[in-house]
């Protein structure tokens, strides 16, 4: 399959701020992008021009100097972070901007800090299922198949994604690009 650019969203990136998820190339696309949009700040442009190697505090205080800029409110806590970058995350999966492999990845590496997404399977499950069939083949999960398990986990995103959506931060958040 190919994919559309994969460019992070605001919600994504104050997200990727509250939980440590450097990834500082993405922040500066981010900046880029919401300059192409209009939303000329000191903040974004400085964000926009910076180049690898990135300066993690320095980026920080970029980002939550745009935020400010931008009158955005900024995450406060861990759980609601993990929200918004499921959210944002399985959006661009539903949205064929990016692989659900790729996606199911980061959100099982976040997963250390508890949130609820309903669903009927955990993330940490549908990770180590899809691990077990790609390594070999079979699964301990008896409704799990090679051939179901693309549209389980699309299925599981789509839940997530509803679920994790509705937090007014999100939305708030999700009001720019």
Known sequence: MTFQTDIATTAEIAARRRLGLGDHLRWTEWAQNMLAVG???PGLCMMA????PFN????DDLFDRSMFELGLPSVQTDAEACQIFCASRTRAVLNH???WSLVLSELFSIEHVHFE???QYTISGLYWTWRDLEE???TYHTDIRPETLDDI??????????VCSKTKIYRD?????
């Not at 958040?173 to 690009?177: A, E, H, Q, R």
């Open 153 to 162: 986990v699309l299925g599981e995103f789509q839940h997530w994604y509803q």
């Open 136 to 138: 070999t083949g079979c």
């Open 56 to 59: 993690a505090f320095e980026m």
């Open 39 to 41: 939303h000329d700040m």
């Open 49 to 52: 021009g910076e180049i690898q």
């Open 117 to 119: 997404h309903g669903g």
């Open 173 to 177: 958040l999700m009001l720019l690009p």
């Open 97 to 99: 901007k990016t692989s």
